[in-house]
């Protein structure tokens, strides 16, 4: 059985086939799935998805694009959430560089990543983290605010094997999905070569990034059996291993 970290099934390219697409999913081989908050709005969808199905759980929280729909208000709105039975998580929050250049929108990021990861720490929850091209920020904003005192995964890990190691030092996970898969994902190989199985999560970030051989269509967690097999090549261990072991990552990472 595999568990699904870190998918977005309120996505509107779901709206077609969701509700049997997840019960074929959750009767299949995916015993659970944390679906993401990447936004108010889909804060709310996923605790709408969670409170629907047994095996989904929510993540709360506002992803660094959208940092700018954060204030006193809906902040204070997002830690009511925290507190309900089916949220077992903050995320996905961080800093995103690729899609944001404007320096004092980058501020607004850091400032409300910083925040969030205080909410997780006075919730007594795990984080995803999302962080792209803005390595050095993230690791300086983690230490600011004493991530090694909260428990999380670095979901979609694109950074160099070494930097893993930094990620690892503070006792996070680290997220791994279809891109792993890819022919030029040379970086990627390489780190999860070298972090232990014990510290990897398997992931989809459905819809986007499918593994291949389904590489730019829609993404499900019924393609994380192609995520596993290339982990279990890289690392010399059968498929099954890496279903087993990273479930129980996740399990203990989501008290589940
Ligand atoms: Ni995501």
């Known amino acids: 059985m595999i568990f699904e970290s870190h998918a977005h099934y309120d996505d509107e390219q779901f709206n077609e086939d969701r509700d049997s697409l997840l019960k074929e999913l959750l009767n299949g081989n ?3 799935i944390i679906n993401i908050g990447a936004s108010i709005e ?3 969808s996923s605790i709408a998805l969670a409170e629907q199905y047994p095996q989904i759980y929510a993540a709360v929280g506002v992803h660094p694009s959208d940092a700018g729909e954060l204030n006193e208000q809906s902040f204070a709105w997002l830690r009511e959430q925290t507190t309900h039975p089916k949220v077992v998580s903050v995320g996905e929050i961080g800093l995103d560089y690729y899609w944001e250049k404007e320096p004092d929108v980058q501020k607004t990021q850091r400032y409300w990543f910083a925040r969030q990861m205080e909410l997780a720490k006075e919730a007594r929850l795990p984080v995803v983290i999302h962080s792209r091209e803005a390595a050095e920020d993230t690791v300086r904003v983690m230490k600011s605010v004493h991530a090694e005192e909260i ?3 670095v979901h979609c890990y694109s950074y160099s094997p070494e930097l893993a190691q930094e990620f ?3 006792g996070y996970y680290i997220g791994v999905g279809g891109v792993v898969t890819f022919k030029n994902a040379r970086k990627l190989k390489e780190t999860v070569e070298q972090v232990p199985l014990e ?3 398997l992931e989809t970030d459905a ?4 593994p291949e051989p389904y590489r730019g269509k829609r993404n499900c967690s019924r393609y994380l059996g192609y995520v596993a097999e290339e982990i279990a090549r890289l690392k010399q261990v ?3 291993e890496v279903e ?4 129980k990552n996740a399990q203990k990472l989501f008290q589940i």
């Not at 087993?244 to 479930?247: K, Y």
């Open 30 to 32: 995916i015993c659970n």
């Open 42 to 44: 889909s804060t709310k």
């Open 151 to 153: 428990p999380g995964v």
């Open 168 to 170: 690892l030092k503070m």
């Open 199 to 201: 510290k990897i999560l």
């Open 207 to 210: 819809p986007y990034l499918a």
């Open 238 to 240: 059968s498929a099954e």
């Open 244 to 247: 087993d072991v990273t479930r």
